[in-house]
């Protein structure tokens, strides 16, 4: 008899965990400004970003479990660099602030719903997938400045957190549409 793993165990899931698992690691690295390493170990989290949803979709091994862990290990991930970024003064706090009241206006509006509706399915919307790109391209550059201190990647890094507040906000209000036609 062969053993295997609890199907919200699967392959695809461990990937998701060992995200989460990382992002300890990307905050003490950011903290302690050894930006190189907090680089690498991004570039990691966001390779098991990429396995966990191929293996998930390729193989048919998508699980509910799954479908919560995935986004929440990436707003855990994304949070913990942008609150890490910012305390080093990397980032205007400003933009954490949007970040994080998006965030908890989703939180919110989503308690709403299951609280008041037999609504159950909260798919990320297109602007809502742009917005994560966005979010991760913008950590990516800005770690890339703080390991590499290439003048390039500063101002790519300055000029990328306009676009990903803009599709952050763009987001949130439709979430927030979204969820009023749903009422």
Do not use: E
Not at 61 to 84: E, N, Q
Not at 91 to 114: E, K, N, S
Not at 127 to 135: E, L, N
Request: glycine share 6%; proline share 5%.
């Amino acid at each position: 008899m062969s053993r295997s793993l609890p199907p919200v165990l699967n392959l695809p899931n461990l990937f998701t965990l060992a995200r989460l698992a990382l992002v300890p690691f990307i905050l003490w690295a950011i903290l302690s400004r050894r930006h190189a390493a907090a680089a690498a170990l991004f570039v990691a989290a966001a390779v098991t970003d990429s396995l966990d949803g191929a293996l998930a979709r390729g193989f048919g091994r998508t699980t509910r479990a799954g479908a919560y862990l995935d986004p929440m290990a990436d707003k855990v991930l994304l949070s913990g660099v942008f609150l890490g970024l910012a305390a080093i003064g990397s980032i205007p706090v400003w933009f954490v602030a949007l970040v994080f009241g998006r965030d908890l206006a989703i939180l919110a509006g989503a308690a709403v719903l299951l609280k008041l509706t037999k609504f159950r399915s909260f798919s990320p919307s297109r602007w809502g997938k742009a917005s994560t790109f966005a979010q991760i391209a913008t950590a990516a550059l800005c770690m890339s400045r703080n390991a590499l201190a290439a003048p390039a990647l500063a101002a790519a890094a300055d000029l990328a957190l306009w676009p990903a507040a803009i599709l952050t906000l763009v987001s949130g209000i439709d979430y927030a549409a979204r969820a009023a036609r749903l009422q």
